[in-house]
T-cell receptor, first 115, second 109 residues
Framework: GAGVSQTPSNKVTEKGKYVELRCDPI?????LYWYRQSLGQGPEFLIY????????DSGLPNDRFFAVRPEGSVSTLKIQRTERGDSAVYLC?????????????FGPGTRLTVT | AQTVTQSQPEMSVQEAETVTLSCTYD???????LFWYKQPPSRQMILVIR??????QNATENRFSVNFQKAAKSFSLKISDSQLGDAAMYFC??????FGTGTRLTIIP
């Protein structure tokens, strides 16, 4: 079946602008995760959804970052007033069951560049 | 809290040889899971192997195996008979959604 998909694959935006990054998880996966990966680093946890609700949003760096998953499937990560430091690859992953004990299936990522 | 540390930014191995990638972690949990993920160049991250802490036996998946030392909080990945397709970034991860900084593995033909 289809894997996790993310759109767009690349996004270039100007400092101060608003961006939305989309994630389509594997059908039937109840858990969805967002990570940020800077060059040469491992993924940094941002937020985790179980169904429609955010089970853990402790990784969101500040209130400019927000994510939703209104129908328990597709999720959107929203970044307001973007800063150059937000430039990174944003990874989405999903898993069949909730919690970090299960295999996560990752998408290809969205490379965000803030100029 | 759970932290994961990888101290080898880069490793290289001759094709068909064996290589071991190191990972240490810290946790206050008594039962937990640990993972190794592989991220090939320009490709998606995939799970290599998973270890449950309460299981005494080290996990094995074909050419990939772990050396899990619970008391030492060490979780290393051994790749046997290395192949060119094994070239990638390897990340150690914990169940609290924490990842190490990665080890870049190069396979020398």
């Amino acid at each position: 079946g289809a894997g996790v998909s993310q759109t767009p694959s690349n996004k270039v935006t100007e400092k101060g602008k608003y961006v939305e990054l989309r994630c389509d998880p594997i059908s039937g996966h109840t858990a969805l995760y967002w990570y940020r990966q800077s060059l040469g680093q491992g993924p940094e946890f941002l937020i985790y959804f179980q169904g429609t609700g955010a089970a853990d949003d402790s990784g969101l760096p500040n209130d400019r970052f927000f994510a939703v998953r209104p129908e328990g499937s597709v999720s959107t990560l929203k970044i307001q007033r973007t800063e150059r430091g937000d430039s990174a690859v944003y990874l989405c992953a999903s898993s069949l069951a909730p919690g970090g004990r299960y295999e996560q299936y990752f998408g290809p990522g969205t490379r965000l560049t803030v100029t | 809290a759970q932290t994961v540390t990888q101290s080898q930014p880069e490793m290289s191995v001759q094709e068909a040889e064996t290589v071991t990638l190191s990972c240490t972690y810290d946790t206050s949990e008594s039962d937990y899971y640990l993972f190794w993920y592989k991220q090939p160049p320009s490709r998606q991250m995939i799970l290599v192997i998973r270890q449950e802490a309460y299981k005494q036996q080290n996990a094995t998946e074909n050419r990939f195996s772990v050396n899990f030392q619970k008391a030492a909080k060490s979780f290393s990945l051994k790749i046997s008979d290395s192949q060119l397709g094994d070239a990638a970034m390897y990340f150690c991860a914990g169940e609290k959604l924490t990842f190490g900084t990665g080890t870049r593995l190069t396979i020398i033909p």
